[in-house]
């Protein structure tokens, strides 16, 4: 018996189509590939630190976008962040289905882009299939290989899109193309634009269906009141299924006394697919909700006459008649998440401190004794500077009588903008009989400029074992 | 637009519930599904082989016999003030990143500066004790933990504790710096000879009376008197005063620190007495081994004033 185990790809060639779903997501694209290009170029005022808006630089340690520098200790917000993205993830799909694989994925808007240019190459779907089977000559030579280039071009602009948020962009423009620039922007950029390629340009929807986990999981997340794009079957089939627009079918009239839908079966809603599927199968893995059958189908049935949305949005509760609920647990827990999730971190940025202090105690030995009666603790003191001006500070210990605090000969504590440093520090104090193992306190860390409210970090001090 | 077109994706087009089997049946109605891969799956396990035999030329990978293929990769470091050349390794990569890596190369530069710098500066420097404090942590660990523990509180009656003020030759920047340069022989003679036990435990009231314990008068005097006279000569290393002569390296011996004779940990006077007296008895020798020809001048300037900050320097 000779069965495959393995089956050949079907090529896909979409035709284009226009309409309201369309413009939507052109909208979409534009926006997305002005933000993603435009936005390393943009030029930002700080008192110290770069002058660009968005930067990520990795070898200092320094995040900066806009008026807010991010620093590695800050790493939780990304925590916050990523959990909004993932709710967000789960919220939106189970209301609207697949709304971030249709309309903004990367994977969709590069694919989309890189169809339009093989698209104005090589010409519609006829000429593209055409052009597909003809044998190897100068013109299909000609045709796929610009069409080719131009996709690395493409390719290549994104791979260095992308480099240019982690480095000062016009000198590393420059630097990149003079054979300056680090060997990771070399190797980010053509890795990336190797990756863009394939993906956007050769592995298209077999990325969507094989590879990406998220079009997996999303299916988990659907319900009966999941808005889905659908084939209105019972309008389109009829009782007697779809029928072409032959000379005795030609009226709805007609149609309807012969048992036949409104389907026209005139293939449309398939030709323009990007996955390649037939929407009036049902729901499909292989779907991303694009809409494009949406607007294909309403194409044809403006030319028809008949009302539109023959293929639409609309939920399995819908089509057997019910009505859509929105307002469910589900929908309602994933939205009180975000809020407080992103509540939370508008609040940790807004609220966060401008400098940044911790003190841990020794613990190696945890106390000593002293020559004059006195117990001793050691304390390193971690402070950074998260301000854009130079801090000049001023170490207390409050919270304790009779405490008293030894800095060594260190007088002056002065941060540059972003500069951390560690103060080690030691505090005697003389134990009276009935103090407990370990007492409280806290250190108090003021600016000598006074424009900084004083810090005060908690910790302890430890008498016996 | 043409309603004559076929369709692209020529697929077969299934219902949901006709999927394709292999034909294997068992138990009547057990059949085994067939959803092919799509042929570029097989291809990227074809390149994962590629990728296989590539790294197996570039990288270690092999074992014949009792070696292994070495690969053509190669690492090159400085070892003992040599260029050394090897097959590509984690170690030899972890050797050479910590001589020419960005951070061992900051790091450098960081104890180049402190090196030039004065110990007046580098006390009152706190960004120089913060780098002290990072990197005098490895070298104290490799050279010195071992003795003086990690946190440098010692071990009673073994090693010193540097965490306290109480020191036996010195704790300014200058005598510390000194001690570990040249290393230290500390020695008290035993009494076993000299003093009967009597004596001894004279001596140790008396002693312990400095420490502000509650002794026997009598024996604290007599004590004192042995303490301060010819018969102990105990004076000439420890001062009339009994506060300890830096240059003997003898200590203290009003402060109530104890770090040869365990006297916090006993129970009662008697058996204080009895854990000086003892001591006295025995007598002690201790060394610090010298480190001038071991670690280079920056180096132990780094210790030095890491040892200063722990807690007691002068």
């Known amino acids: 018996m000779s069965q495959s185990l393995f089956e050949a790809r079907v090529p896909i060639h979409p035709r284009s189509v226009s309409g309201r779903f369309r413009n939507l997501k052109t909208g979409i694209l534009l926006l997305a590939y002005g933000v993603f290009f435009l936005l390393p170029w943009l030029r930002w005022e700080r008192e110290t630190g770069p002058s660009q808006a968005v930067l990520f630089d990795i070898p200092n340690r320094h995040f900066y976008l806009f008026d807010l520098v991010v620093y590695p200790q800050d790493i939780f917000w990304l925590a916050g962040l990523l959990m909004i993205a993932a709710l967000l993830l789960f919220f939106v799909t189970g209301i609207a289905g697949r709304v971030f694989c249709g309309y903004f994925c990367f994977q969709t808007l590069w694919t989309d882009v890189f169809m339009f240019l093989e698209r104005r190459i090589q010409g519609e779907r006829p000429a593209r299939i055409r052009l597909s089977k003809q044998p190897w000559n100068a013109e299909k030579i000609l045709k796929l290989g610009s069409t080719h280039a131009s996709w690395l071009l493409v390719a290549f602009a994104t791979g260095l899109g992308f480099v240019l948020y982690w480095g000062d962009a016009p000198a590393l423009v420059r630097a990149f193309f003079t054979g300056e620039a680090a060997n990771a922007a070399y190797i980010t950029a053509g890795l990336l634009t190797l990756t863009t390629y394939t993906f956007a340009g050769l592995a298209r929807e077999q990325v969507c269906t094989y590879m990406c986990p998220y079009a997996r999981f999303q299916s988990v997340m659907f319900d009966q009141d999941t808005l889905i794009v659908s084939y209105d079957e019972a309008r389109g089939e009829g009782s007697a299924g779809r029928a072409k627009p032959t000379r005795d079918l030609k009226t709805r009239e007609q149609r309807q006394q012969a048992g036949v839908g409104d389907c026209i079966d005139c293939g449309y809603c398939v030709q323009v697919c990007p996955t390649g599927i037939d929407i009036r199968d049902g729901l499909q893995i292989e779907c991303i909700h694009c809409a494009l059958c949406v607007d294909a189908c309403d194409a044809i049935m403006d030319k028809q006459g008949w009302p539109r949305g023959l293929i639409r949005y609309t939920s399995e509760s819908a089509l057997e008649g019910g009505k859509t609920r929105f307002l469910k647990l589900k929908t309602v827990g994933y939205g009180t998440a975000i809020v407080v999730v992103a509540g939370l971190l508008v609040l940790s940025v807004l609220g966060r401190a401008e400098l940044d202090a911790s003190v841990s105690q020794v613990r190696q030995p945890l106390f000593v004794q002293m020559s004059d009666g006195s117990t001793q603790n050691s304390y390193e003191i971690a402070l950074n500077n998260k301000t854009q001006r130079s801090l000049d500070l001023d170490i207390d210990v409050v919270g304790l009588e009779g405490a008293t605090l030894d800095l060594g000969r260190v007088e002056e504590i002065v941060l540059e903008p972003s500069q951390r440093t560690t103060v080690l520090a030691r505090v005697r104090y003389h134990p009276a009989h009935d103090d407990p193992t370990r007492l409280p306190l806290q250190f108090e860390i003021t600016d000598r400029d006074g424009i900084m409210d004083p810090l005060r970090v908690g910790s302890q001090l430890s008498l016996r074992p | ?314």
């Open chain 2, 1 to 314: 637009m043409s309603t004559n077109d076929k369709p692209a994706n020529e697929r077969p087009r299934k219902k949901p519930d006709e999927v394709e089997t292999t034909g294997h049946i068992w138990d009547a109605s057990l059949q085994e599904y067939n959803n092919p891969l799509p042929r570029w799956w097989l291809w990227g396990f074809y390149a994962t082989v590629v990728f296989a035999v590539v790294y197996w030329i570039l990288f270690p990978a092999w074992p014949i016999g009792d070696g292994f293929t070495k690969g053509l990769n190669t690492i090159t470091f400085e070892q003992d003030g040599e260029e050394v050349t090897t097959h590509w390794n984690t170690r030899s990569l972890l050797a050479r990143d910590m001589q020419t890596g960005t951070h061992a190369v900051r790091q450098r530069e960081m104890l180049e500066t402190v090196g030039a710098m004065e110990y007046d500066e580098i006390l009152a420097d706190v960004d120089a004790m913060s780098f002290v404090n990072a990197y005098a942590k490895g070298s104290y660990g490799t050279w010195c933990a071992a003795c003086h523990q990690t946190g440098g509180a010692g071990v009673m009656a073994q090693y010193p504790n540097l965490r306290d003020d109480n020191w036996h030759w010195g704790g300014t920047v200058e005598q510390i710096e000194e001690t570990l340069v040249l290393g230290r022989l500390g020695y008290m003679p035993g009494y076993r000879e000299t003093l009967n036990s009597e004596q001894l435990e004279q001596v140790a009231a008396y002693v312990l009376s400095l420490n502000g314990y509650e002794m026997d008068e009598e024996s604290v005097s007599a004590g004192g008197d042995i303490f301060t006279g010819e018969l102990g000569g105990c004076f000439q290393c420890h001062g009339m005063d009994a506060a300890g002569i830096a240059s003997q390296g003898a200590p203290n011996l009003t402060n109530d620190l104890w770090g040869l004779v365990d006297v916090p940990g006993a129970a009662d006077d008697a058996e204080r007495v009895a854990r000086v007296s003892s001591f006295v008895h025995e007598g002690v020798q201790r060394v610090m081994p010298a480190f001038a020809d071991r670690l280079s001048p920056t180096e132990i300037k780094v210790l030095t004033a890491y040892v200063h900050s722990l807690g007691g320097g002068q």
